[in-house]
């Protein structure tokens, strides 16, 4: 598959995606959207990748958001593709960045920085690591521009409403640290470093038993926001298709048998902060 505005690297169960606009600091367009949209199904469908990575190429930018200059080709402009929009039924204005059904890991290797549109799509990872120079703002604001890619939805429910609404409304630039602060922000490592220890932690995450991780990834998602009994309801319901699982029965085998994987050299899986 040849991509002209990102790039998809396989390295054996990790994939990289990447916002491949520096020049333009990897802001996203109408092909850039397609091929996004390209490059998350072959992620999602492919049995081989376990663990996605977003980054953006250069030391500038992870993603500055749209292409205000291309916005008429982003946005739905008739009524029918409006409604669509609405029902949920297209996948997002930059990219597939409102699929829900993603239930394996990705990480954010946040790079340089990461406005309006770019800070949605890190939002859409479960993790966040940022270079020591990044930052992050719902710039958008300014121009008159809303979110769309579920940055109203993700955002609140990272680091909570009062501190997303603070970000939301005045569209204010936050540096790492104050990023990292409020929980925006999983772990800071010096720049040019953000690929190379998200992809320790994908390998890590990718050595791991996939049929729980994924459920209970699932489980979180579906069930937040919801009354606890209903998001109990659901934890049953992953837990229960994955319990069974042959992954399952290797992992109680290697309990029972003391046969455990921390004693195996296996590095640590805990997010550290240089």
């Known amino acids: 598959m040849n991509f002209k505005e990102i790039a998809y690297e396989q390295h054996g169960p990790v994939v990289v995606i990447r916002f491949n606009r520096p020049e333009q600091r990897n802001c996203i367009g109408p092909v850039t959207h397609l091929e996004l949209i390209d490059a998350w199904t072959r992620f999602r469908d492919d049995d081989t990748a376990l663990v996605a990575i977003i980054t953006g190429t250069g030391d500038r930018a992870f993603c500055a958001g749209g ?99 603070e970000l939301i409304l005045t569209g204010k630039v936050i540096d790492a640290q104050e990023a990292y602060r409020i929980g925006l922000v999983n772990e800071i490592v010096p720049s040019g470093r953000s690929l190379k220890r998200a992809l320790e932690l994908a390998q890590v995450l990718a050595g791991l038993p996939q049929p729980a991780m994924r459920s209970d990834k699932e489980a979180a998602i579906r069930g937040y926001g919801l009354p606890l009994a209903e998001g109990l309801k659901i934890e049953a319901q992953c837990f229960n298709r994955s319990i069974h699982a042959p992954e399952t029965q290797e992992g109680l085998r290697r309990f029972i048998e003391r046969d455990h994987p921390d004693r195996g050299g296996r590095p640590a899986t805990g997010i550290r902060r240089d």
């Not at 290797?109 to 949605?120: F, P």
């Not at 966040?128 to 579920?150: K, M, P, Q, Y």
């Open 67 to 165: 292409d205000l200059k291309a916005a008429a080709q982003l946005v739905p402009s008739s009524a029918e593709e409006m409604a669509a929009h609405d029902r949920g039924e297209r996948p997002g204005i930059i990219g597939p960045s409102r699929w829900v059904d993603v239930y394996k890991p990705v990480i954010a290797a946040v790079n340089g920085v990461a406005y309006a549109g770019g800070l949605e799509w890190a939002c859409f990872a479960d993790m966040r690591i940022a270079e020591e120079h990044a930052s992050f703002g719902v710039t958008c604001r300014r121009w008159n521009i809303g979110l769309a890619d579920g940055g109203t939805q993700r955002l609140p429910r990272i680091v909570g409403m009062g501190r997303a609404m």
